[in-house]
């Protein structure tokens, strides 16, 4: 969760490390911190508690510089984020190391580097390596074998990147459970916790496996495995340039990002035919043995597997058991003959959704399809079928124009599975409808915002809210509400509407705002009764309904209309005005909507 930046070159790379951070600040900003080598063989080090600007502002005042250094924004897990938690940490004055990952037997190591007489000074996992790594220079270790050796000692995992004062122009890393992409320039090489942080500097990388480790110099790199023996890995050119996202006069990224989803969405369904190839050459041999479908994901990408799950049965006819990754592989599982196990991630280095594809026995799936936002991840890398969205780059913590193209990438996937299935009830038509008509209807519910906003002042002041969908709209409801704890720090849950007279109903007053999502479907009827309830009860309802189903405001009530869309369409179009409404009510409480406390983007540790 953590963002590593490194560099060896033949310029100063203070501000190349600075930018790379900034780019990367979506994975941590408890605290940050960065240390150079300079011209004179010196180590110079800054850090300090908060967000990457402290770190640019004590930079200004005193810069610090060099060709070679390390760079790291934080996201705590050992230790309160404080300037002494920040890494780089440092030993002996001449080894500074950064570290994302965790180390699971930190605690024996620090035991026994402190019965030799070591002094800690962070309460951080990670402080130990650094010292395992100074311990072996001392016994007369190079750098690359300091670092090999330590990591024989680790449990857990890693990405580091250490520089040591007598090894001029070198740069060593290594990885395992955590990503690092090396950037391949001409007179330097680059690391990176991913690639945004890097295209500033380079189109051209490599992309580490679990287990390697590269020297970095100004001429180039070397990739050895654990044993010290040298490895090639493929060097990847990606096009398009230096993409990374601004705010484009927008207040926030995420209040951006919801407004790129027309586009965004045009760009993952940028095709008029439904083509096995979509997933990969061998998707159609696969998709003809599907017998049932296992999802596995995490946090927002988990409730777009909830949809896909309504498709997949209510459609195609086929089982389809979607599982919280982190729990799946702690459990003994049973896959139905045929099983095409689906992950879905947006940075495609979630790790617990990666060590749950890790954890199948080969004989648990047909195949592994990965549905990802981005190309040469490890997950899409670990999968046989990869369908990658064409988001683009999300910075917003809370994710929006990620899970609607996973949305639009899984209606395909069903779309091309059902087409085999004897039990399948769908209409092919209906597909190529919701693909025509998404993108304007989403364009059409964004010019709600101005309503939307207006709602924000009703749950500002509020600690708690319910959300209430039914069917598939019950996991749409689910994600509104994560999206409000994630990012105004209400207190949110989301229940099926008819799930309300057993139990959540003792909690509806007229201080608890009740959202509903009420498409026009077969359970609408069912949904107004529900709502019924809410009512009589002095619930405060804001229900988001279809414009042509007859929801009127009233006391109590507050009906925002909702375009009128098809059945596979009307997920995804749901989904975006409650993206609205969470941004609005954060704003409304001055949170910080793109960075909200305590989480990071890309979840690559357990």
Sequence with gaps: MCGIVAAAAQREVSEILLEGLRRLEYRGYDSAGMALIDNDQALQLHKCQGKVKGLEEANALSPIVGCRGVAHTRWATHGAPTAANAHPHIAGDRVALVHNGIIENHAALR???????????????TEVIVH????????????????????????????????????????????????LVLGVGIGETFAGSDTLALRQVTDTFVYLEDGDLAILKPGGYRIFDCNGSVIERDKTRLAGGDNQADRGGFEHYMLKEIYEQPDRLRDTLTFTELDDALFGDAAAEVFDQVQAVQIIACGTSYHAGLVARHWLEGFAGVPCQVEVASEFRYRRSVSLPGTLVVTISQSGETADTLAAIKHLPDDYALAKLAICNVDHSAIVRASDLVFLTRAGPEIGVASTKAFTTQLAALMVLMACIARRQPASILDEALVKQAIAEIPSAVEATLAQNPKIAALAPSFVHRDHALFLGRGVYHPVAKEGALKLKEISYIHAEAYPAGELKHGPLALVDDKMPIVAVAPNDQLLDKLRSNLEEVRARGGQLFVFADQAVGFESGPGVTVIDVPSVSELAGPIVYTVVLQMLSYHVAVAKGTDVDKPRNLAKSVTVE
Excluded: C, H, M, W
């Design 132 to 179: 395992l790594v100074q311990a072996q220079l001392e016994a007369g270790s190079t750098l690359f074998d300091a670092v090999r050796e330590t990591v024989t000692k680790l449990q857990g995992a890693y990405a580091l990147a250490v520089v040591d004062i007598e090894y001029e122009n070198e740069v060593v890393v290594a990885r395992e459970g955590s990503p």
């Design 111 to 125: 035991s026994d580097l402190e019965a030799r007489g070591v002094t800690f000074q962070s309460e951080t996992d």
